[in-house]
């Protein structure tokens, strides 16, 4: 067993999802914060377990083709972005064996049995989210947000963050120095007091429209609202929000929504998609690659005129719609009300007349709508990091689709819930995995199942 607080060197050999360099000491993986996939490096080893040890970097000895030098000068201390000390190429190719690893590895498959195909990179890999959502806090008497520095919840400023839009960007500075020049308190943590909590933004980077919400811990007005619209007006500003939080809690928002400027949402535009997006709607945070994700579902679909498709976790209905631009029908269920509406309107909105979307738990209103005589083809899910819940694969087995598609946003719990679904008679016959998060260890993943 190596022996803790001991310096020891040798050569990284993989990345954790948290960005942190593995290497061995025998066979004995130590994880390494600021290490890079071919650093040979210098590490004292700080912490041990049976199975693992912790290490902090002590000294580069010779450095990676992989590394570079990170061009936001808030990397690492903010947390926000764990990869940018690595190049793009090397981010891509690690979560391309990262997903391989989970199908592989906890699916069960071998790389043999279906078709792995290269990972879809984006075009963008800075400034390209179109929501940021920051803490506000005091530093040096002024008023100040960011990200919390990993394991704590020190805000560390970001006045230029690099993975979001530059419009976001602008539109947080223009809050902050509203909140300055009117000396507006910022909410304290530890004694639940002061005023703004935090800066939420949401940017549809196509037509332009432009949301700012502002996160308060009282019902009282935000002051002199009617002058920080006017200050964000040549940003695109369509909606300013009030958002009400009394709650002792990490929860960002709150349910109750004062309309200080505009609408209660925006419109973001996808191809020929409309999507109408509110402070609580879930909507892909990269919208280009949101366009490739959605485009392998459909191209995995393979859908014809004459099929019915069942879409379960249909969220606010985006990959419904585009779905339905080759189904005969799609029918959307999911469990939160307000997507449902939200869903009902983006058809509306993008013109789309082949969709019907159902609000409730998916196995009860689909054993309805197959009892009723209605039938699916294909199935697409698209669950929350947990994966399916037990019932869904019983529906699916009821449902009996020729053909099952997974979008996922954890390959682990994908690949647990493949093995489930082969036991159900539903073989895995493509993959791919989709970077919606550069900079970070975060990647989806599109899975393709045949009914045996």
């Known amino acids: 067993m190596p022996e803790k607080n001991m310096t020891y060197e040798g050569k990284v050999t993989d990345i954790t999802v948290n960005g942190d360099g593995v290497v061995k000491i025998d066979s ?35 450095p990676s083709n992989y590394r570079r ?71 040096k008497g002024k008023a100040v947000c960011g990200f919390f520095a990993p394991k704590s919840h020190e805000i560390i400023p970001c006045g230029n963050c690099h993975i979001q839009n530059e ?19 910022t909410y304290n943590e530890k004694t639940h007091k002061g005023f703004v909590r935090h800066i939420y933004v949401r940017y549809g980077e196509k037509n332009g429209e432009l949301m700012v919400c502002i996160v308060t811990n009282s019902n009282d007005r935000l002051a002199k609202s009617e002058d920080l619209a006017k200050k964000l007006s040549p ?69 014809t005129e004459s099929d019915v498709v069942f879409d379960l976790y249909c969220g606010v209905g985006s990959i419904s719609l585009y779905l339905a631009k080759k189904a005969k029908k799609v029918i959307g269920v999911e469990i939160v009300p307000q997507a449902i509406e939200n869903a009902k309107e983006n058809a509306k ?13 998916c196995t009860e209103v689909v054993t309805k709508l197959i009892d009723g005589g209605e039938k699916a083809d294909v199935v697409v899910v698209d669950p929350p990091r947990k994966g399916c819940d037990e019932k869904l694969f019983e529906l699916v087995e009821k449902i009996s689709p020729k053909k099952l598609v997974y979008v996922s946003c954890n390959s682990a719990t994908l690949a647990r819930d493949l093995v ?11 993959a791919c995995a989709v970077d919606m998060f550069p900079q970070t260890g975060h990647v989806e993943a599109v899975a393709l199942m045949s009914k045996k």
């Open 28 to 62: 004995y993986p130590v994880f390494v914060s600021g290490a890079v996939i071919g650093d040979e490096i210098s590490f004292v080893l700080t912490k041990t377990n049976k199975t693992y040890g912790f290490g902090k970097l002590k000294k580069i000895i010779t």
């Open 69 to 139: 030098t990170p061009p936001c000068p808030s990397f690492p201390a903010c947390g926000g972005c764990t990869l940018m000390h690595t190049s793009y190429r090397a981010q891509l190719e690690y979560k391309q064996n990262f997903v391989l690893s989970n199908l592989t590895r906890l699916g069960g498959y071998s790389e043999e049995e279906f078709l792995y195909e290269p990972i879809i990179g984006a075009e963008n890999e800075f400034f390209y989210r179109n929501k940021a959502q920051f803490p506000v806090g005091i530093s």
């Open 167 to 185: 419009t976001i960007n602008k539109a947080v500075e223009c809050v902050l120095e509203h909140i300055n020049d009117c000396r507006i308190s």
């Open 235 to 303: 940003l695109g500003l369509k909606s300013l929000v009030q958002n009400v939080n009394t709650k002792k809690t990490n929860v960002i928002l709150g349910d109750k929504n004062i309309v200080l400027y505009g609408d209660s949402s925006i419109n973001i535009k996808v191809d020929d998609l409309t999507f109408k997006v509110n402070p609580h709607s879930f909507f892909q945070v990269n919208t280009q690659q949101m366009k490739k994700l959605y485009s392998k579902a459909l191209e995995y679909s393979d859908i």
């Open 349 to 361: 909105l993008s013109n789309v007349n082949n969709t019907e979307f159902y609000c409730g738990d």
């Open 420 to 430: 489930i679904l082969k036991e159900k008679g539903y073989i895995l016959q493509k």
